[in-house]
């Protein structure tokens, strides 16, 4: 029987479809089961982003209404093999298309068959937040190192932690811009995670290549170079119980941050 | 009076006046009839008496407030009988919950977090951060083990008295009764000094390090009543 995570963060665009995605494809290359569901429904990404737009045929919404059998929705990522599925959400109806209930019959059936259930949540706390929250076990709040995100994480937390049946969540702190944290321009990461007073599975830096990848549809966790890929699979490798430090990797490579100095001159 | 019964209420005259033992056994309204007979049959008023102050015990009955008005009534239909107070040796759980929280300090070991507020009937001590967004309210005192960023509202029922007092002070804005103090346009980083907001003599809500509030409380110890 798996588990399931969910990926929220109260703010819109912070990276929670990025998180997604990338915790997602990192967890299928290590080896894992894993089905991921985007629950915004009416405005889904999660397809776009991994690149499985096109073979949408039946959607979450279809599979709730009984329309399909959930096989039928799941949508396979062939570069996975057999490890990746997407169950993706609907684009015509909207968040009060399915109730709490449903969904928590949903991801307990599919707890049998994978390892792993990434849930992405819409932004929000509304009935979307209650969906996506349903049927998870654990809960990774994305946020940037902007107060607004950070407030939005503290109410999101704040509502996590009332849910008995998910485990404390855990911080991911998206967007760093190490040049910005130098300068002091921006919350470091002490000053984030003494706010929000909960543990940090991960840091992730600010890369162009983030945005690349997902246009292109190739999760960024495919690059076995890229300092974000890096970031995403070192969170990964914790959900499944190493301990991976967190500032070996993530802050020290100063050959990168110069070559992304120099992607930023040359642009 | 012939038949021979139990003796439901039994009257014992006091250098206070009267008290009316009421047994906690048997049903009310039986309670209520022999009360009624008792007192119009056994007592003889004196025309020269004052008004008798009469003590009602209960015993281990509890009395809706409905049924302590009947009592109330019965007995001061008799002219002379003034009732002092009922009291009885039981009382709710909620009025104990109640009685207890007003006067008893509540420990929480909590984040309070944007959107949610914490209320406690007396004091509160909070093991956690306030973060910004989130409020407490107290009845009494606040007392904050971590950094109070949000809203903390002592002496909710009006104590001028309260204070709020927290590790590192950086509220949002506190009040204390009804007085409102806001927040300083910035909070000053370094110095993390314990400190404590309360009212001072001019009426106003004032922050000053922790070690000074005895200076403007002399008596505070004494308030507390040694508890």
């Known amino acids: 029987m798996g588990e399931a995570i969910v990926i929220t963060s109260g703010k819109g665009g912070v990276g929670k479809t990025t998180t997604s995605a990338n915790l997602g494809t990192s967890l299928a290359l290590l080896g894992k089961k894993v089905c991921l569901i985007d629950t915004d429904i009416g405005l889904r990404n999660l397809d776009v982003v991994m690149g499985l737009e096109n073979r949408i045929i039946y959607d979450l919404v279809d599979v709730i209404e009984g329309r399909c059998k959930i096989h039928q929705a799941l949508v396979k990522d062939k570069r996975f093999e057999d490890r990746l599925y997407l169950l993706p959400a609907a684009q015509t109806s909207d968040k009060t298309a399915i109730v709490p209930e449903q969904m928590y019959k949903l991801v307990h059936e599919l707890k049998q068959d994978y390892d792993y259930i990434i849930i992405d949540c819409p932004a929000g706390i509304e009935q979307g937040f209650k969906n996506a929250i349903a049927g998870a076990d654990k809960a990774i709040v994305v946020t940037t190192p902007e107060k607004s995100a950070v407030r939005d994480a503290d109410r999101i937390i704040g509502l996590l932690e009332k849910e008995e049946n998910i485990e404390p969540p855990k911080l991911v702190i998206n967007r760093i811009r190490n040049h910005m944290l130098k300068n002091g321009e921006m919350m470091d990461i002490d000053e984030v995670t003494n706010h929000l007073s909960i543990d940090l599975i991960g840091i992730v830096v600010d890369d162009e290549q983030v945005i690349r990848a997902s246009n292109e549809g190739e999760p960024i966790a495919m690059d076995p170079n890229n300092r974000a890929s890096i970031a995403y699979r070192n969170i990964a490798r914790r959900i499944l119980g190493e301990s991976v430090p967190l500032s070996s990797i993530e802050d020290e490579p100063k050959g990168l941050m110069a070559k992304l100095k120099k992607l930023f001159a040359g642009s | ?227």
Request: hydrophobic share 35%.
């Open chain 2, 1 to 227: 009076m012939n038949k021979r019964i139990q003796q439901n209420v039994m009257i014992k005259g006091t250098k206070d006046g009267l008290t009316l033992h009421l047994d906690d056994s048997c049903s009310f309204s039986e309670l209520l009839k022999e009360l009624e007979s008792k007192l119009s049959a056994n007592y003889q008023f004196q025309e020269n008496d004052s008004g008798i102050a009469v003590k009602v015990h209960t015993g281990n009955r509890y009395l809706l407030e409905d049924q302590k008005n009947r009592i109330r009534e019965l007995i001061s239909q008799k002219k002379k009988l003034v009732i002092d107070e009922i009291i009885s040796n039981v009382i709710t759980k909620e009025e104990a919950k109640q009685w207890k929280d007003e006067h008893q300090m509540t420990t929480i070991a909590k984040v309070i977090r944007s959107g949610q507020i914490l209320e406690v009937v007396g004091d509160l001590l909070l093991i956690g951060d306030v973060n910004p967004g989130g409020t407490i309210i107290a009845g009494g005192n606040i007392f904050v083990m971590g950094t109070l960023r949000g809203i903390a509202q002592a002496g909710h029922n009006g104590n001028q008295e309260s204070f709020v007092s927290a590790s590192v002070m950086k509220p949002s804005h506190i009040r204390i009764a009804d007085k409102i103090m806001k927040a300083p346009d910035k909070y000053i980083e370094d110095g993390h000094m314990m400190e404590c907001a309360f009212i001072n003599e001019n009426g106003r809500i004032i922050v000053e390090k922790i070690q000074a509030f005895k200076n403007h409380r002399p008596n505070f110890n004494r308030l507390e009543g040694g508890l």
